[in-house]
């Protein structure tokens, strides 16, 4: 019962992004469920401008259509990367996963996401989520990023929020600003070395690339 009401506000902020993204002048934008299951927006109640990708696996996952040409990715409802205090639900991209670096540096689902984006030429403008995300999207991306901080981690599953209403009217103004520059991609140089630490003993793996 409280998933069907989260479903809900989770799509609300996406339409919020939406709305926003329409108003600064873009002519189309994609959403990707990314969450979970990745089965969490309702379709019926989505902004009708606005494709809906859904459902797992997907070949990039959280990224899935960032090779289509877009001028900006916004990353609505994130969380900061395992490890980080005084965060809602703090991971790297998958409970499963303990700690992803690349090149050395820890980077959680944000960076792997902005990197991925930064691949295809396409800037991070706008991060929503908690206090410890912003921070962590500010020291990765730089002060070009616009940040969005619906609520205040008390302990890792428990948060001081904003109301949803705000929430919401907040997004849709942040990209609206976000948007009207072209900020600067996050592109991690080659040779790239990636190392993928699991939760479990028998699952820690280490992969090079080029």
Known sequence: MEYARFRQLMTAEANAAVEGA?????TGVLVNDSHWHMR??????????APLLSGSPKPWSMMEGIDGGFDAALF??????????????????ADRVLEVRVNGRPLGELGLNAALA???????????????????????????????????AVTRQAAKSIAP?????????????????????????????????CMTTIARCSAPGA
């Not at 969490?40 to 109640?45: A, G, I, R, S, Y």
């Not at 990367?81 to 639900?89: P, Q, S």
Request: aromatic share 4%; hydrophobic share 45%.
């Open 76 to 93: 609505i409802g994130y969380h900061a990367r395992a490890g980080t205090r005084h965060a809602i639900l703090d991971h790297t991209h």
């Open 165 to 197: 209403g705000v929430a919401c009217r907040l997004i849709r103004e942040g990209v609206v600003r976000a948007l009207k520059r072209r900020s600067t991609p996050f592109v991690i140089k080659a040779p790239v070395t990636l190392e993928v630490d």
């Open 40 to 49: 969490n927006l309702l379709p019926e109640q989505l902004h009708e401008a």
């Open 118 to 152: 930064g691949w295809y030429d396409v800037p991070v403008e706008l991060v929503s989520g908690d206090s410890a995300l912003a921070a962590e999207a500010v020291e990765l991306l730089g002060d070009q990023v616009t940040t969005v901080v619906v609520k205040e």
């Open 22 to 26: 329409i108003e600064a002048g873009a």
